[in-house]
T-cell receptor, first 114, second 115 residues
Framework: AQSVTQLGSHVSVSEGALVLLRCNYS??????LFWYVQYPNQGLQLLLK??????LVKGINGFEAEFKKSETSFHLTKPSAHMSDAAEYFC????????????FGSGTRLQVQP | GAGVSQSPSNKVTEKGKDVELRCDPI?????LYWYRQRLGQGLEFLIY????????KSGLPSDRFSAERTGESVSTLTIQRTQQEDSAVYLC?????????????FGNGTRLTVT
């Protein structure tokens, strides 16, 4: 079975500060991992994904995430937050056995303070 | 090009009525998914279609929920005898293939309110 845990339903940072959104997964086989972002009143869009190869993946808008198998983690980071980063972020996992659909975490709402 | 289109964008219905939600996937996408997002919560998987294979219905919460898809085109999600707990945003997504690494493209959702 696959599952995702996102620690912290709300995260608040100051503009220019480091953004760190945590995601831990459970999967019985090597997973495919995704981060999606949902801006206010918009649909979800893909931020970045890990499939195979390099464990540090870069996405849009300066975000990146690192796959750490030993820690079963896929935390999302950005060195310097911008006001426009305020949104809800969802981590998702998919494995190559069993259910074909993505399993999503419960989401983390990021607030950026001026 | 056109993205995933869902209609209606908003639906208010009375408890006990049936509702039908529509999803137009991106042309050529063989995989189609329905998810439900309750207020303040994450996405809950409902059903998955892949080409002509039997759909994965394992996420449907009750037999009041059903979905159909004709070929690789439009899908409809039907909720019979709606209940207040059905109030949520229903999201449709499509993907070029059913492969595990293939990202999903989401529509903007249908916000369902059951009064």
């Amino acid at each position: 079975a696959q599952s995702v845990t996102q620690l912290g339903s709300h995260v608040s940072v100051s503009e220019g500060a480091l953004v760190l959104l945590r995601c831990n997964y459970s999967s019985s086989v090597p997973p495919y991992l995704f981060w999606y972002v949902q801006y206010p009143n918009q649909g979800l869009q893909l931020l970045l994904k890990y499939t195979t190869g390099a464990t540090l993946v870069k996405g849009i808008n300066g975000f990146e995430a690192e796959f750490k198998k030993s820690e079963t983690s896929f935390h999302l980071t950005k060195p310097s937050a911008h006001m426009s980063d305020a949104a809800e972020y969802f981590c998702a996992v998919r494995s190559d056995t069993g259910r074909r659909a993505l399993t999503f975490g419960s989401g983390t709402r990021l607030q950026v303070q001026p | 090009g056109a993205g995933v289109s869902q209609s209606p964008s908003n639906k208010v219905t009375e408890k006990g009525k049936d509702v039908e939600l529509r999803c137009d996937p991106i042309s050529g996408h063989t995989a189609l998914y329905w998810y439900r997002q309750r207020l303040g919560q994450g996405l809950e998987f409902l059903i998955y279609f892949q080409g002509n294979s039997a759909p994965d219905k394992s996420g449907l919460p009750s037999d009041r929920f059903s979905a159909e898809r004709t070929g690789e085109s439009v899908s409809t999600l039907t909720i019979q005898r709606t209940q207040q707990e059905d109030s949520a945003v229903y999201l449709c997504a499509s993907s070029p293939t059913g492969q595990e690494y293939s990202p999903l493209h989401f529509g903007n959702g249908t916000r369902l309110t059951v009064t």
